[in-house]
């Protein structure tokens, strides 16, 4: 009971304060994919801790005096004293309950979200490879359109696609910008992660409404981390340049963009803020997602160390 009542403590402040906090804090625009990191170990931690608690709830831990003459017995022994005690199959039920609840809303999103993804992806793909030009620049679609767009679609038939005034519109440097910042999307696998952060968001946003409000964030950072990529290719000026030309474009929808948000962020970023965190801020910053993950895990498994070591000192 313990543990249980712990660990939703820990997920009610990792799904209030500390999305607060992670929403706030300065540091994730120099460390963007740290930022996305944090974001989904943050969501996890939230996910973890609930379903922990269930579990903790269903199966009491209790300790067993006794001889016993296998360390199963302690299982079986603990789980009949829980159901046992006054109140243990009323608080075994919640903790089924809560766990049976958690687990189809987490499949229902998986499925709906994956195969929603999957089909528009699909469908985009077949239409781009329609209307399209290959060849006119290697590696790239071109689409005959009086706007200068540039965008790509994550997957294992990715597609990276600029339009005919995108090309007309832009200087050969300022091309390779948006280029390489399409490139690192699909390199850093940008789509799964933020199909990752759409399942676990959309999954927790019901029992934790600061959710519904932090995708925009993890793909401003996904566009800050290509932005970083960019920039160390090709330089600050024609990054800036050709975002400065594309700034007014509105992103596609399920596509990821040169010009797909907060632009004005990211040109001033681009210009005034130092790329990177110093190496001890990005260890802590490191070391603090790990924990998000670990510390539910810890919570949920040390009575279960502790039943199975004391069944061990018994056998023994």
Known sequence: MTSALVLVAFAVTAGTWGVS?????????????LAIAAW????TSVLLSIAAAGAALAIGFQHVRGDLAQLFN???????????????????TLGLASLSILATRTL??????????????RARVAMLDLVGHAGIVPGVLVLDHHA???????????RVVVTSALLDSL??????????????????RHHAALMICRITFGTLAPFFPAFRTALPHVRLFAELSADDSARKRVGVAPLRSALLHLARIPAPSGTL??????VETRLVRLTDQKAGLPRRRAVVAGVTIAGLVVVPLALVAAPVVA?????MCLIG
Not at 23 to 33: D, F, I, K, L, S
């Open 108 to 121: 229902w999103c998986t499925l709906s979200i994956w195969r929603q993804d999957a089909n528009e992806r």
């Open 148 to 158: 200068p767009y540039a965008f790509c679609i994550g997957g294992r038939r990715h």
């Open 257 to 262: 963009a040169a010009s797909a948000s907060d």
């Open 307 to 311: 039943m199975a070591w004391e069944g």
């Open 21 to 33: 906090a992670l929403t706030q804090a300065r540091w994730t625009a120099r460390a963007p994919r």
């Open 171 to 188: 200087d050969p440097c300022e091309l390779d910008a948006v280029l390489a910042h399409e490139a690192a999307h699909l390199r850093q």
């Open 40 to 43: 989904q170990a943050l969501a």
């Open 74 to 92: 302690v299982c079986v022994e603990n789980l009949k004293h829980g159901y046992a005690s006054p109140g243990g199959t009323v608080v075994a």
